[in-house]
T-cell receptor
């Protein structure tokens, strides 16, 4: 069974600093995708970044990068140059790459990030 | 662009009442799903659909029904509401596995069952 573990319930980071949010996963499927979503206090779910299990390079999207270590089954999110607007809950999620389950994601419990001045 | 639209945004029910959470998407996505979010537990999958007429159960389906008569709509029905169904509900859709195949979420529906 798929499982996502986020061990940091809360994190603090100073503005303009970089921060790493941890995510480990467990799956027996050799083909899978990993996602990070941001949930601000307003409640919506915002897609940030995606990494496929066969992707050779770590994914990057602007200030977001995904540190993918397949052998360790980790997919940490790195946010560079933190901004006050980055304060939110962050969820790691995984999907097995089966077309019958494209809308089935398994989510972690989330990490609440607070950016301070 | 509307994306994924959920109604209502807020609802209070009494135990035993039934209701339907509406979900509509205008992106012609085949795949849709319903999740519930509870404090400290992340999002959990209730039901999902891979196309019109095809639905299946997720991790926590008990007490909920779904149907998918059109590509656009995927309503979630609570048959007899219980306090344990107090939660925030999210509908999501995706076009599939092309590129990132990310899920697009609605704004959420906050349900309280008294």
């Amino acid at each position: 069974a798929q499982k996502i573990t986020q061990t940091q319930p809360g994190m603090f980071v100073q503005e303009k600093e970089a921060v790493t949010l941890d995510c480990t996963y467990d799956t027996s499927d050799p083909s899978y995708g990993l996602f990070w979503y941001k949930q601000p206090s307003s409640g919506e779910m915002i897609f940030l970044i995606y990494q496929g299990s066969y992707d050779q390079q770590n994914a990057t999207e602007g200030r977001y990068s995904l540190n993918f270590q397949k052998a360790r089954k980790s997919a940490n999110l790195v946010i560079s140059a933190s901004q006050l607007g980055d304060s939110a809950m962050y969820f790691c999620a995984m999907r097995e790459r089966d077309t019958g389950t494209a809308s089935k994601l398994t989510f972690g419990t989330g990490t609440r990030l607070q950016v301070t001045l | 662009n509307a994306g994924v639209t959920q109604t209502p945004k807020f609802q209070v029910l009494k135990t035993g009442q039934s209701m339907t959470l509406q979900c509509a998407q205008d992106m012609n996505h085949e795949y849709m799903s319903w999740y519930r979010q509870d404090p400290g537990m992340g999002l959990r999958l209730i039901h999902y659909s891979v196309g019109a007429g095809i639905t299946d159960q997720g991790e926590v389906p008990n007490g909920y029904n779904v149907s998918r008569s059109t590509t656009e709509d995927f309503p979630l029905r609570l048959l007899s509401a219980a306090p344990s169904q107090t939660s925030v509900y999210f509908c999501a859709s995706t076009k599939g596995l092309a590129n990132t195949g990310e899920l697009f979420f609605g704004e959420g529906s906050r349900l309280t069952v008294l």
